[in-house]
Every structure is written in structure tokens, then in C-alpha cells.
């Protein structure tokens, strides 16, 4: 069974650090994607950053470049989504998400991944 599970979301002062996790289980990360994912309330999903576990490739949000970063260490450690300089607007519930019906890939579209995660609220507020 395909579960992923976000941790480490919480309350942070504008300009502060946060880092997220997203444990998979159920399969091989090894080969397929990890998708930040956020959603504000009134507002639709929005891809924040991507890594694809085959090959290491990222991609990010215009809106996050240079403050976000996503990694994975190895293959025993979940993917990281460390987020600096945070801003109120970067509030919202994050999403982590994968497709596991496609490998060697990484994208910001929401339609593009089947399964989800349950979502950690981060809040940016002084």
C-alpha cells in the first residue's frame, strides 16, 4: 500500500526556516518522483518543487527559487523540502505527493501524481 507522510510543518516568523519531510511506503522511491505540493484557503493547489529519485533532477516554483530547496540524502531517508526566508504568503498545507506509474521524472502539475500525502500546515505569521 502506497502511503507518503509529511511531518515537520508549524508556526514560524516571517523570514524564519522550516524544514519538511515526506516518508514513503509501499514502494521503491528509488525510480519515481516527489512533488511539494501547497494549497492556501481560496486558493488552488500549487506546485512548489519536485525531485526525481532516478536521476536527481529538481524543479521549483518561480515563487520559491533560491529559498527553497528540495533533497533526499540516500535511499533510507525520506525527500526534505527545507524552506528559508519564508513569507507570509508561503502559507498554506503542504502536499507531498508521487506517480508511481511514472518513472524517471519530476513536475509541478498536480494532475500528474496519483497519490498524496495528508498535508502539514505551515503557518508564516510574526
Known amino acids: 500500500q502506497v502511503q507518503l507522510v509529511e511531518s515537520g510543518g508549524g508556526l514560524v516568523q516571517p523570514g524564519g526556516s522550516l524544514r519538511l519531510s515526506c516518508a514513503a511506503s509501499?514502494?521503491?522511491?528509488?525510480?519515481?518522483?516527489i512533488g511539494w505540493f501547497r494549497q492556501a484557503p481560496g486558493k488552488e493547489r500549487e506546485g512548489v518543487a519536485c525531485?526525481?529519485?532516478?536521476?536527481?533532477?529538481?524543479h521549483y516554483a518561480d515563487s520559491v527559487k533560491g529559498r527553497f530547496t528540495i533533497s533526499r540524502d540516500n535511499a533510507k531517508n525520506p525527500v526534505y523540502l527545507q524552506m528559508s526566508s519564508l513569507l507570509p504568503e508561503d502559507t498554506a498545507v503542504y502536499y507531498c505527493?508521487?506517480?508511481?506509474?511514472?518513472?524517471?521524472?519530476?513536475?509541478?502539475?498536480?494532475?500528474?501524481?496519483?497519490?498524496w500525502g495528508q498535508g502539514t500546515q505551515v503557518t508564516v505569521s510574526s
Open positions: 505527493a508521487t506517480n508511481i506509474n511514472r518513472a524517471n521524472w519530476c513536475g509541478l502539475h498536480s494532475s500528474d501524481y496519483n497519490y
Open positions: 509501499g514502494f521503491t522511491l528509488d525510480y519515481y518522483a
Open positions: 525531485f526525481s529519485s532516478s536521476d536527481g533532477t529538481t
